[in-house]
């Protein structure tokens, strides 16, 4: 069973900052991996795709890696701005039928002016 | 303005009562799902569809039913037989139900039970 894991839960970092959001996952048999930003009680915006044969993918101050080997994924913000505090979830898509997705708990992300 | 369109976005429900949550999409997407968000939890499957008239349970379907009727709606039913309904409720479209498809989620609804 796909297990997904992010870790920190939380994480508070300067204006301006470059930082790293973490994503583990325990089969390393997926087809992608996409993250996610939530706003506190709104839907989930997607910001990145990788596919299983990427390695990494950029749009804007944020680009997002891929090690399927390892079972990683890391997603790098550059610049922080407090604009991109939200929490920040991951999800795998693996096996079975369907479309399905599993998700991690997320990092809660605060950029402080 | 394409999108996935959620209602409502707050609803209360009194002990043994249902409730119907509306999804519709019009980004001409095949597949549907409902996903349930609680608290440090991650979202959980209730049900996807990959196609008009056609549904599959999730991880959690015990207590929900859904339809399928048409491409753009895919309504959820929180039934009396669910025992613990309270939680955030995330439906999400995608192209297809490849291996290959973006997912995309509506604004959420609020389902508290009193």
């Known amino acids: 069973k796909q297990e997904v894991t992010q870790i920190p839960a939380a994480l508070s970092v300067p204006e301006g900052e470059n930082l790293v959001l973490n994503c583990s996952f325990t089969d390393s048999a997926i087809y992608n991996l996409q993250w996610f930003r939530q706003d506190p009680g709104k839907g989930l915006t997607s910001l990145l795709l990788i596919q299983s044969s990427q390695r990494e993918q950029t749009s804007g101050r944020l680009n997002a890696s891929l090690d399927k080997s390892s079972g990683r994924s890391t997603l790098y913000i550059a610049a922080s701005q407090p604009g991109d505090s939200a929490t920040y979830l991951c999800a795998v898509l693996s096996g079975g039928g369907g479309n399905k997705l599993t998700f991690g708990t997320g990092t809660q992300l605060k950029v402080e002016l | ?114």
């Open chain 2, 1 to 114: 303005d394409g999108g996935i369109t959620q209602s409502p976005k707050y609803l209360f429900r009194k002990e043994g009562q249902n409730v119907t949550l509306s999804c519709e999409q019009n980004l001409n997407h095949d597949a549907m799902y409902w996903y349930r968000q609680d608290p440090g939890q991650g979202l959980r499957l209730i049900y996807y569809s990959q196609i008009v008239n056609d549904f599959q349970k999730g991880d959690i379907a015990e207590g929900y039913s859904v339809s399928r009727e048409k491409k753009e709606s895919f309504p959820l039913t929180v039934t009396s037989a669910q025992k613990n309904p309270t939680a955030f409720y995330l439906c999400a479209s995608s192209r297809s139900s490849g291996r290959t498809g973006e997912l995309f989620f509506g604004e959420g609804s609020r389902l508290t039970v009193l």
